[in-house]
């Protein structure tokens, strides 16, 4: 990474250069995790990096998978390279806030996508500003965050992942049900045995049951000690959201919760307890912070959750956490980045004891790249009929889109 220029002309810098490259990490095979959405044993990313006039670069990654969002590597290079890229190069790197506004008008939807470039966004303007990204995101509020680790699979296979996840060191757990509850009662009692009496264990059905299903499952795994459930049922169904909070377990809102007006949603329909914020969900550290600070507001404790990020993703979820109000010291994070995969994309792996996750020296982000890694990325630039110039504020893609592409302007 390039150190920070000083000053005005830092702040003045212009974005560039987008660069991006395709990673495919395998899942380490004790760790595949088996939930009401399907099986995960390899992700499809993408990591972003930007470079400013001043010199300086920016890393971020597409932690996208097509069963969360539609979005995955393919489509997050396909958007980047042939939108995204064109709405933010020439602008310049300050407000990052304004940046986003510009992908938000090139681009609908997409939020994973968005949230890898506006991280890198992100470290970049930390970096020009020399400073950690928790602290230019209003923080830090907290250096280090409790993790947990997720154990899906029965019997054996719930043995294995359990013995992987004590050897890595943790002691928290999420297990993962919403198949069918007296199955996931025996799941979550096997959990408990091979965890221990004091071990912290919540349960994510990921939108799995419908309410008396859930209700019903509570009933069975109440036995087992659980300390959360995550997403009992669909992500509309606020309202039976709502009526299991009676069940007296603390209610996790996951898949209700993509963007801030769901978060209204939810505030409103006083359907959870807590909120589980990610960066690809919110579409970026800033917007996570932001989301953050208004579930804090109204009462609502937040959780960072995962979508089973690299080593670039975990930076930005720690950063972003550090910089989160309302941020849970009883319910731990889901930051467990390179711990999930066979190998990590990060020169330095982050420091990792199962336990809990610490903020980092350094500006920006404050990891770096492998350099075999660093040498794949390809320039929005190379490419014949892909070349962004530079062009004045408030032209460029967005307004050439609106013009000839939008059916519904
Ligand atoms: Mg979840």
Redesign the pocket.
Known sequence: MSGPSNGRRAIDATIVDVQTVRVSPTVKPELVVAGARGVHDRSDFLLVRVVTSAGVTGIGEVSATLTWSGEDGATGEYLIRTVLAGAVIGQPIAPVADLERRMDRALAGSPFTKAGLSTALWDAYARTLDVPLAVALGGPLHTEIPVKCSLSGDGDRLRDTHRAAAAAGFGSFKVKIGLDPVADAERVALARQLCGPDAFIGL?A?GGYRRDAARRAVELIRPSAPAFL??PVEPGDLAGMRQLRDLGLPIVA??SVFGTDELVSVLRAEAADVV?LYIGKSGGPGRLVSMARLADAFGLTVVI?SNGELGVGAAAQLQAGAAAAGLSTHIPSDIIGAHYYQEDVLAEPLTADGRTARLPDGPGLAVSLREDIEARFVSVTDEQGHRFDAVPAGTGTAQALRRTDNPNP
């Open positions: 994510d990921n995550e997403q996951d898949e589980s959750g």
